[in-house]
């Protein structure tokens, strides 16, 4: 009986070791990448509640920051949106001769670029561009197996109303209004749209069952300052006030300031001078509503993505393509390197990482695409020039402390609280520069470069920005 009963053990564990070796020799079908949600907003600025700007309404973007890591410190590597565009999407730096102005193209620019949409399409992602990812929607068309824009022109954002009434006065350039405030629905304006047209997707892609890049352009806060009537009740004209740097300190250069010619195309904007303060205030109105127009279009999209359980598996990421001015050193618009026009909001959001934290580590937009590209278990190409950021998604600290931004002959090196900009030739000889220090002077009023004290510093900081604007800023090409 008992030699019965060892026999009868002894077969058991036989059995369930080979069952063991089984298991082990079967192999798992690889765990599906995770999505990626790509929002991209024109003209924002980090006058945000989450940056501390408590006047402003943002509830579905506060509620998103409360989820993801919040970057203080992101800047563009060119204020101006299409070069802006082109140099996140490719990972690479501008130079003087590349990624000029807004009508930069990708495509032309680094032929040779395996941009980040054509990456993830490479490796078997479904790859969707609505709105306004890159400024031409033709570019880069091979990266995207859909792209799509609303019906109209780019500057077509009056109501179709207003278009049959005032013919060609809609247009930008033929007079039309910088602002409007109408008591429509939110799909009236190419924001509303865009959302819409984005959750559709969402649903397709859920059914699909595929990993997805699917990316979203909103249009809003660009001019003009359109959205509907509920969103400027939001706010009280009343209590809007200038900025604490309305003005342009004699010690800055006078290269430094421009006559904001984009906002000067608008029929209801003097052609050159001051504005006139009521008209500035209904301006900073005017942004205010449309920044909290397009925090709801957001917030659609944020709630079909948790609705349709794809959160858990969606990274998040959300970008301003540059910063904006609200009269800011008395300028409007972009097309400068004080830090209004190069600070710019990213928050991202990954599945089991982020809950709501902040950081103060200096994120360069080329630093996109190789952090996405990580974090998804791709390797960027040698290309990019950016540095992932994911070691900060990991809790460790970040070694790098600048960044550099530059727009026409102006090239600013970020360096900790130092902001230093050059206007150079194109031998990259200096004819005039700035230097601000942001830890007295966070407001860039007060020029340092041409104080004798600062003589040292400022022949440091000319060394570094060369060092770091990269190898071949002042080549031909």
């Known amino acids: 009986m008992i030699r019965y009963f060892i026999y009868v053990l ?132 091979l990266a995207w197996d859909n792209r799509w824009f609303p019906e109209g022109n780019i500057r077509n954002y009056q109501l179709e109303k207003n278009i049959l009434e005032n013919g060609e006065a809609n247009l930008a350039m033929g007079g039309a209004s910088a602002f409007e405030m109408a008591e429509v629905n939110d799909t009236a304006y190419f924001d509303g749209k865009i959302a819409q047209k984005g959750i559709a997707d969402l649903k397709k892609l859920k059914e699909k069952n595929e990993p997805f890049f699917l990316a979203l352009g909103f249009m809003k806060p660009h001019l003009p300052f359109n959205a509907p009537k509920k969103y400027w009740d939001l706010y009280d004209r009343g209590i809007i006030e200038l900025p604490e740097s309305y003005m342009q300190p004699k010690s800055t250069p006078k290269q430094a300031f421009h006559n904001y010619g984009e906002l000067r195309n608008y029929g209801n904007i003097p052609k050159k001078g001051d504005l006139p303060e ?149 031998k990259g000889v200096s004819y005039a520069r700035m230097l601000f220090d942001h830890k007295t002077d966070p407001l860039e009023l007060n020029n340092l470069a041409e104080k004798p004290k600062h003589s040292e510093l400022v022949k440091k900081l000319a060394l570094e920005l060369r060092e770091r604007w990269g190898k071949d800023f002042i080549s031909k090409n």
Not at 50 to 65: E, M, T, V
Not at 126 to 132: A, E, F, Q, Y
Not at 327 to 355: M, N, Y
């Open 10 to 141: 002894s077969l058991s564990i036989l059995l369930l070791s080979c069952k063991k070796e089984k298991e082990k020799s079967i192999v798992t079908p690889q765990q599906k990448p995770m999505n990626i949600l790509f929002i991209a907003v024109d003209d924002l600025r980090t006058e945000l509640n989450f940056y501390g700007a408590a006047h402003i309404k943002s509830p579905n973007l506060d509620q998103f920051a409360n989820e993801s890591l919040v970057f203080n410190r992101a800047y563009c590597n060119i204020p101006v949106c299409g070069a802006s565009r082109a140099s996140l999407l490719t990972g690479i730096r501008p130079t003087r001769k590349r990624f000029i102005n807004y009508i930069t193209r990708a495509d032309e620019d680094v032929q040779f670029a395996i941009s980040l949409p054509k990456l993830l399409k490479q490796n078997g992602y479904t790859t969707i561009s609505n709105g306004k990812i890159y400024h031409n929607n033709e570019d880069d068309s």
């Open 278 to 426: 009521s008209l500035a205030k209904e301006l900073i109105h005017g942004y205010y509503a449309c920044v909290s127009y397009v925090d709801a279009q957001i917030g659609l999209v944020l709630d079909e993505l948790k609705r349709l359980e794809l959160e858990d598996d969606t990274i998040v990421i959300l970008w301003g393509d540059h910063g904006w001015n609200l009269g800011d050193h008395k300028l409007w618009c972009k097309h400068v390197t004080f830090e209004t026009a190069l600070r710019t909001p990213l928050i991202i959001k990954v599945p089991g990482k982020t809950k709501g934290e902040k950081t103060d580590a200096i994120i360069e937009f080329i630093d996109i695409y190789p952090s996405l590209a990580e974090l998804v278990g791709l390797e960027a190409p040698n290309t990019v020039e950016g540095k992932s950021f994911v070691p900060i998604l990991n809790g460790e600290t970040s070694k790098k402390d600048w960044a550099v931004s530059k727009f026409k002959d102006a090239v600013t090196l970020i360096k900790g609280d130092l902001f230093y900009t050059e206007w150079t030739d194109d």
